[in-house]
């Protein structure tokens, strides 16, 4: 099933009751062609992935959320672990706290576009 997500406090609460399972987030539109293609394969993929949590949000309906998480184009995923975006760092599990100039990096696991195959090679990769 995918819970729709109408604003932050209902996001908070979602990330939250997912403990340590991923969320996977979808923000979309109503009007968006490819979004409304890849939903019935994201609503599949919430049957099949019972130990993954799917959330969708509408960028019109929930402009301040849309905005905290940096949504530029739609479809867009983010995936989620423990309330927090997945990283490439949170990943390796901090094995290397740091690049080489000091600055932590830090590229988060999402992706635009509609590509269902991509979205499932991502989730396999990441529960």
Known sequence: MVQIIKDMDEF????KAAGCKLVVVEFS??????CKKIY?????????YQNVM??????DDSKELAQTCH??????????????????????KRAICC??????SEPIFEFCGADAQKLEAKIQELM
């Not at 908070?12 to 990330?15: E, I, Q």
């Not at 690049?99 to 932590?104: C, P």
């Open 71 to 92: 949504i530029r184009s739609v479809p867009t995923f983010q995936m989620f672990k423990q309330t927090q975006k997945v990283t490439l760092y949170s990943r390796l």
């Open 54 to 59: 799917f959330a969708n949000v509408d960028v």
């Open 12 to 15: 908070s609460r979602f990330l």
């Open 40 to 48: 019935p394969l994201v609503h599949a993929m919430s049957l099949q």
């Open 29 to 34: 539109a109503k009007w968006c062609g490819p």
């Open 99 to 104: 690049n080489g100039n000091g600055f932590m």
